[in-house]
């Protein structure tokens, strides 16, 4: 039997061992090797993958894709009548691409070429953008918002240019704010920042609904930062803001501004005016204004001149606060933002309440002899006349404005009847007017006003506490409009691009506090005051207006430092059997004589010019009384050309007075020329056989005399005259105070000078 042999393993000799030990030594030490090393690989793997996905994924996006965002139009603002008052227009950012620039020699032709252009620094853009390249950014903004002229250099230059890398400069659409009147309304409509958010006023107040949304165009890229041939493009439209329509009306806010600023030279005012006018019915603010104001246009320029000569002599960080002190000041909008006592306008709220509560009636008696004492008041109240007003009646209270009147009115009214009163007429709360910045009143608790009757006996006649002009026309409003305390607002409408409303505001009543009745009575009495009492010198020929006067001191200040330190103002209604619009006007710490700082020598006159130029706008047509009638203004036709008989029948039926110079049967020249306004009772002068007289005449001075006086100065230099302001049966008081045509001046013969004239008696 075979037996099968068995196969011997080799035997490996020591060198062979060695080596065999080597190379397992070798493969664990790899393999060892291989798995440490590939640890924090996989970490980091995982932490690219994983944890930092989708901060790569961002990056190779913004790597691929160029994303330029388009700025939204802002919605145009607009008065009642749809006159631009705030409107964006296409502009043009100057944008810079450091990521496609390749050399420093670059950066310097695109510095030196952007800086001459566009007026800048050239080191300065040269180190923006080299920064920014270092720093691996691709965006540079060199100038914002530059208008077509230099937009059109700007791509002259890239152009021309074969050295500028592609797409490394290049114009970005933008939008820029512009304001077509300049220092409109500026308080109330506010402006935007250079990035177009609202900062101040309605620009701020709505900066959502008029901003819109922004567009973006999507598009892929090489790595180099040029567009792919076949690349993808998404365009996303930009959503214009919603367009704002105001309750405003530009022409009667012209109106308001322009005899604002006279006043306020005139008046020598130190602390800025301001005014008001509202829809008596609907609430709606018709115009609103504080003078001086800006121009925001150019904004940061300080326009009252006492400033500008006080930072003249300033310098460094004292300069810097002064002037943002000011600016703040400057922006701040009065007639919402600032409050102050209204003096005696408030005694057309206490009339009210009298009257509604039956406590007193237009026929109860009243004396007046200086002063009323009431107790608890160490010394007697006084009135403005210290002489007293004697005997009156309460409508001759009201149109005296005597405070004993109204005092006693305040006390038969009782503290928790004129407590409620002043709730219910918001005199404790703000209006929530749409106007950004409004103040709440500085008032008493009940606590400190029912300590006794002094606080009541001052609220009557309107000093000791502190409301907003707002919350004073709305209040008065209501008196005058039925009764119907209504929400105060100056924005009518938000439109769509298209002009579509989107969203209206309509008037809204706030709540009932007097009855018709009671505002009937205040209505009658108020026009007595402009015809016979303290507001005469806000009479307007023609038209039946009413108001109050106002001359409150400022109680806030020590016995020293109050002593002619006042706010004037007037409160004025039309027509006044009807009111449409209310007025409120005021002059903080006017100058000039001590005795005539009173509501009736400055705040009455001026809203009677102000009245003069509304009423004959808004359509309400004049009513001549007999007086009225024989002082009235006509405007001269047009008689050249005509014969003698023709032109007679004209004059005569235009109620106008004429003589005839010379034997024609044809007018060749008339005096004065055809369109003056002159009065009634003035004379034309018709040539038959010559021109007019080719003279001229000096103007002389007709100031601070009586009307009498004043008409036969320019009579006699041959100028016809046009009266305004006071006159009638007051003449004694009445002076002449303005007159359009400077004493001395040289001036055509038959020039009409207008005159205004003031009752400078008044002392309220």
């Known amino acids: 039997m075979k037996h099968k042999m068995k196969k011997q393993k080799p035997v490996l000799t020591k060198s062979e061992i060695a080596t065999r030990g080597v190379f397992v030594r070798t493969v664990i030490l790899m393999l060892l090797f291989g798995v440490v090393i590939f640890i924090p690989l996989a970490l980091k793997l995982y932490q690219v993958q994983i944890i930092d996905h989708e901060m790569y994924q961002e990056r190779a996006v913004r790597q691929q894709t160029s994303d330029t965002v388009l700025a939204p139009a802002r919605g145009t603002i607009y008065d009642r009548n749809m006159k631009t008052l705030a409107v964006s227009a296409s502009v043009d950012t100057v944008v810079v691409d450091p990521s496609k620039i390749n050399s420093d020699a670059e950066i310097t032709l695109i510095s030196n070429g952007l800086a001459r252009i566009l007026e800048l620094d050239a080191a300065s853009v040269f180190d923006r953008i080299k920064r920014n390249k270092e720093q691996n950014r691709a965006y540079v903004a060199v100038k914002q918002k530059i208008e077509r002229d230099e937009s059109e250099l700007v791509r002259e230059f890239i152009n021309s240019n074969e050295n500028i890398p592609r797409g490394s400069v ?6 820029k704010r512009y304001y077509p009147y300049g220092d409109f309304a500026s308080n109330t409509i506010g402006f935007v920042s250079t990035d177009g958010v609202g900062l101040e006023g309605l620009e701020a107040r709505y900066n959502e609904q008029l901003t819109g949304t922004p567009g973006r165009i999507v598009s892929t890229r090489e790595n180099g930062g040029t567009s792919l041939p076949q690349s993808f493009e998404q365009y996303i439209d930009a959503t214009a803001g919603l367009n704002m329509v105001l ?16 006043a306020v030279i005139e008046n020598q005012v130190s602390k800025r005016a301001l005014g008001i006018v509202m829809d008596v019915k609907t609430g709606g603010i018709l115009a609103i204004a504080t003078s001086p104001s800006f121009d925001l246009n150019n904004r940061a320029e300080i326009t009252d001149p006492a400033i500008q000569e006080l930072l003249a002599g300033l310098e460094g960080e004292e300069l810097e606060r002064v002037r943002s002190e000011a600016l703040v000041a400057q922006y701040r909008n009065k007639a919402v933002s600032d409050t102050y006592e209204p003096g ?9 309440v009298a009257l509604e509560e039956k406590v007193v009636s237009m026929d109860d008696r009243f004396s007046c002899g200086g002063s009323l004492t009431v107790a608890g008041y160490p010394r007697p109240m006084s009135c403005h006349k210290k002489i007293g007003h004697g005997a009156q009646s309460f409508i001759e209270g009201i149109q005296n404005s005597c405070n004993p009147v109204f005092i006693t009115a305040g006390l038969r009214i009782g503290r928790q009847k004129f407590w409620d009163y002043a709730h219910a007429f918001g005199f404790y709360e703000k209006t929530g007017v749409d106007i950004p910045g409004e103040s709440g009143p500085v008032i008493h608790s009940w606590t400190d006003y029912n300590r006794s009757d002094v606080t009541l006996a001052t609220y009557s006649f309107g000093q000791t506490f502190n409301i907003t002009p707002i919350q004073l026309i709305t209040a008065t409003s209501a008196v005058m409009n039925g009764g119907k305390l209504m929400q105060p607002h100056i924005v009518s409408a938000f439109t769509d691009p298209s002009g579509m409303v989107v969203q209206e505001v309509t008037p809204t009543v706030v709540r009932q506090v007097i009855s018709e009745d009671t505002s009937i009575k205040v209505r009658e009495a108020l026009e007595t005051v402009v015809t016979s009492g303290t507001g005469r010198n806000a009479y307007v020929k023609g038209y039946r207006t009413s108001g109050k006067t106002g001359t409150s001191q400022k109680t806030v200040l020590s016995e020293e430092e109050r002593v002619g330190k006042y706010v004037v103002s007037f409160l004025g209604f039309a027509p006044a059997d009807d009111p449409e619009i209310a007025l409120l006007v005021a002059l903080d710490e006017p100058g000039g004589p001590l ?18 130029d509304i009423l004959p706008y808004i359509g309400i047509k004049p009513q001549y009384s007999a007086d009225d009638l024989a002082g009235r203004e006509l405007q001269t036709p047009t008689l050249k050309g005509l014969s003698v008989d023709n032109a007679a029948e004209i004059a005569e039926s235009n109620g106008l007075k004429f003589r ?17 306004v002159i009065p009634a009772t003035a004379q034309l002068v018709l040539y038959t056989e010559s021109s007019r007289p080719d003279t001229q005449v000096e103007v002389p001075d007709v100031i601070n005399k009586s009307p009498e006086q004043v008409n036969k100065l320019l009579t006699d230099a041959g100028l016809y005259i046009r009266v305004s302001g006071a006159t009638g049966t007051y003449s004694t008081t009445i002076v002449s105070v303005v007159q359009d045509i400077p004493a001395g001046e040289t001036v055509d013969l038959g020039t009409v000078v207008s005159v205004e004239f003031r009752d400078q008696s008044i002392q309220d």
């Open 247 to 262: 309750t405003l009306d530009e022409i009667i806010q012209h109106f308001l501004e322009k005899h604002l600023a006279t």
């Open 170 to 175: 290049y114009l970005a659409p933008d939008t």
């Open 660 to 676: 005839v110079e010379g034997e024609g049967g044809t007018v060749i020249d008339q005096l004065p020329i055809p369109g003056v």
């Open 595 to 612: 005795l005539l700082r009173s509501g009736g020598n400055m705040g009455a006159p001026l809203a009677g010019r102000i009245m003069a």
């Open 344 to 352: 005696s306008t408030f005694k057309i709220i206490t009339a009210a």
